[in-house]
């Protein structure tokens, strides 16, 4: 599914409160049910097929992001506990830019990947992950929440002095 990523969105609330939106309105369209239905097609169909079709949806995305909820409890292999999971999200044709997100026993793994080409500083993207995930943390847990009903991303900007 595409997603629009507000990335012009200088604040971090109302980015969130616009990221919200737009996986709401996605959720609620008929894209994930007709590109479900297209690549279950396509997979039936000959690897020509196949492929042109991946071509299509590739020239249409610059990256691609998925999230997976893992196991909440350690997993043990041969008797010894895994530490930490991680995986790749799978990329095709131009797509520059791979993000996979891995929850497993209470912790949470990114992943990253890029087409240096189209990406050539991964380390800067990196760089800037943690400082900006931590300050849309504070800021969102500085917001007033609300008890009932959904909060005006504004508001939230301002109450947490954010705006």
Do not use: E, F
């Given at each position: 599914m595409f997603l629009e990523l507000p990335i012009g969105i200088e604040n971090p609330v109302e980015r969130l409160y616009a990221v919200r939106a737009n996986m709401q309105a996605l959720k609620g369209s008929f894209q994930p049910v007709l590109t479900l239905g297209l690549l279950a097609a396509a997979g039936a169909g000959p690897k020509l097929l196949q492929d042109q079709l991946i071509a299509v949806l590739a020239r249409n995305a610059t990256a691609v992001m998925t999230n997976v909820p893992g196991p909440r409890q350690p997993l043990y292999l041969a008797g010894a506990k895994i530490d930490s999971l991680n995986f790749w999200v799978p990329q095709?044709?131009?797509?520059?830019?791979g993000v996979s997100i891995l929850s497993y026993n209470g912790q949470v793994q990114f992943g990253l990947i890029t087409d240096r080409g189209l990406c050539p500083d991964p380390e800067a993207v990196i760089a800037r992950f943690a400082p900006e995930f931590e300050k849309l943390v504070l800021t969102t847990l500085l917001a007033p929440w609300?008890?009932?009903?959904?909060?005006?991303?504004?508001?939230?900007?301002?109450?947490?002095?954010?705006?």
């Open positions: 095709s044709g131009d797509i520059g830019m609300p008890w009932h009903g959904d909060l005006d991303p504004a508001v939230a900007a301002r109450a947490a002095g954010a705006g």
